[in-house]
């Protein structure tokens, strides 16, 4: 059913990739995905994806307060040896502040120019260098929100099940990546637009509206698309609800009966009424999708 519109979408969706390193000198990678939007280097992806720049933005004066009572402590010379040994045990530092962090985009890191972050509709419209794009790169439509109906099937992509590794270079300050990392596989999923949901309005005065899919996203497909059989772009993936069923299921285990809540996964998109809102706030161009497949 989406075979076509898959070879389309695989097109214009990208890894995003996030690297970070923790105080305790960790480095982990968080994956994502992005969507291409037009030539001119506008993308977009869930806004939770950016979030690890707003922790190292709030650690970042936490890890300044700790290194000036760190060095307020040492450059003591009225305090004994093993009294500051205690003095520095006791200030505790949070081994999980970000101490640095970098976004691989499109292969290029920390390659953003502007961006505007939406996290109450969870949506990032973000900007890069448009000479990097690829020249035969393949741009998406967005679908007409007047067109669109629960019942219709649409697919999810991005990437999980993919493990990405990193270092950090303390010499350079940098992340260091695997050669030929890229390209990175690809996972679709299928699901049936079920319904919409209404949570209120933003701060700027637009409706916070998601769409729901029958299926949940899967870790590593956040920011990616949903899209229908033509290819056409309905939602952006941003999260996942659990529903409970209201009723129970029994198994038994070592003689004994347990009984279960039973849930469903149903996947979250960004409502295209929303993204439409937003890319038209921001004058960025698109192409919309007039017809319904």
Known sequence: MFRKAYHL?????????????????????????????????????????????????????????????TNAILNNNQIHEVEKKKMLQQL??????????????????????????YGEHDLALFRINPAVLDENSIYPKFINPKHISPGTSLCKLGFPFVEVKATFDERTQQFIFPKNLLPLPLFPMEGIYTRNMHRGMSGDGIDILFLETSSPGVKGQSGGPMFDTAGNIYAIQSQNMTVNLGYKGTIEENGLKIEENQFLNVGIGVHPLTIEKLLQKHGIKYERAEIVD
């Open 92 to 117: 505790q530092p949070n081994k999980n502040w970000i101490t640095h962090f970098s976004f691989l985009v499109n292969g290029q890191p920390n390659a953003i120019l502007e961006n505007y972050i």
């Open 9 to 69: 979408a695989n097109k214009y969706t990208k890894p995003f990739i996030v690297a970070m390193r923790f105080f305790d000198q960790r480095v982990e990678v968080g994956l994502g995905s992005f969507v291409l939007i037009n030539k001119d280097g506008w993308m977009m992806t869930a806004a939770h994806n950016f979030g690890v720049a707003f922790g190292f933005n709030e650690h970042k004066s936490l890890i300044q307060s700790h290194q000036e009572k």
